[in-house]
């Protein structure tokens, strides 16, 4: 039997508002290299045969260009201008793909600590059930905070942290995104569980960070000086 087509949707088409910085927080460089170059470094090396979708703002094309030019970055992958939210990105992703058969990951640009590990055991999950969700167990305390400001302690023991990569079947992802927009749609899982999908969690790591505050950087920077 022939492997199944696999896809990766690298979403870059944010501003990154919360980082304050000049430029879209994706292209901001650590150890040198833009955080999304590391990004699609770590989906290239996972597989060469993985077809890499980027989404990036349509805005920030041709300076993306000149990072390329400037990192001498020459990997292949199919552009796509983004949308106004994570959600039309993704839509945005998904509608080049030719086709409904294979598994598509769907992984946030800003999380460049990704490893090959994780990458495949997403893919392998996805195969064998339809879905795989990268999380981890929660390590601080929780408290649920009232309109009125009232607070109380949580079971933090039955929350999980939901990370990316998020990986589906390529027909399920296509089904589920044929609805609109909503606020509630905050990552990929919760289109898929809305559209009556089941959602598998797999394991994800405390090091696969989404940059999104400056904080983040220092971090971001010592998980990726590893060798
Ligand atoms: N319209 C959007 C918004 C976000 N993203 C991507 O989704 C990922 C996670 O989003 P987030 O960290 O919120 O990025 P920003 O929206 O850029 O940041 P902020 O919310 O601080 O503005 C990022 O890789 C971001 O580029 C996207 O592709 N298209
Ligand atoms: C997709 C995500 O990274 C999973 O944790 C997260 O939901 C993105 O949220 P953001 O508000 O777009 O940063």
């Not at 959600?87 to 460049?112: C, T």
């Not at 339809?130 to 981890?136: D, K, R």
């Not at 408290?143 to 990986?167: C, W, Y």
């Not at 079947?169 to 990552?187: C, H, I, V």
Request: hydrophobic share 40%; charged share 20%; net charge negative.
């Amino acid at each position: 039997m022939n492997a199944m087509q696999e896809y990766a949707i690298i979403v870059a088409g944010g501003s990154g508002n919360r980082m304050k910085s000049e430029i879209p927080k994706q292209f901001l460089r650590i150890n040198g290299l833009p955080i999304l170059m590391h990004t699609i470094n770590a989906f290239r090396k996972y597989s060469e045969a993985i077809n890499i979708i980027l989404v990036l703002p349509s805005n920030q094309i041709a300076f993306w260009t000149q990072l390329c030019e400037e990192h001498l970055f020459s990997i292949t992958y199919t552009l796509v201008a983004g949308g106004d939210s994570r959600f039309a990105s993704v839509k945005n992703g998904l509608q080049s793909i030719q086709g409904n058969g294979g598994l598509v990951a769907v992984h946030d640009g800003v999380r460049p600590v990704i490893s090959n590990e994780i990458i495949a055991a997403s893919f392998t999950k996805a195969a064998e059930q339809g879905s795989a969700v990268t999380s981890v167990p929660l390590k601080d305390s929780i408290r649920k905070v009232e309109a009125n400001g009232e607070n109380a302690a949580m079971d933090r023991s039955v929350f999980q942290l939901i990370q990316t990569p998020q990986t589906f079947r390529l027909d399920w992802m296509q089904k589920a995104f044929e609805t609109g927009y909503s606020d509630q749609f905050t990552d990929c899982a919760s289109v898929l569980e809305a559209a009556g999908f089941p959602i598998h969690l797999i394991p994800g790591s405390y090091e696969n960070i989404k940059v999104t505050t400056p904080e983040d950087l220092r971090w971001a920077e010592i998980y990726l000086q590893k060798p």
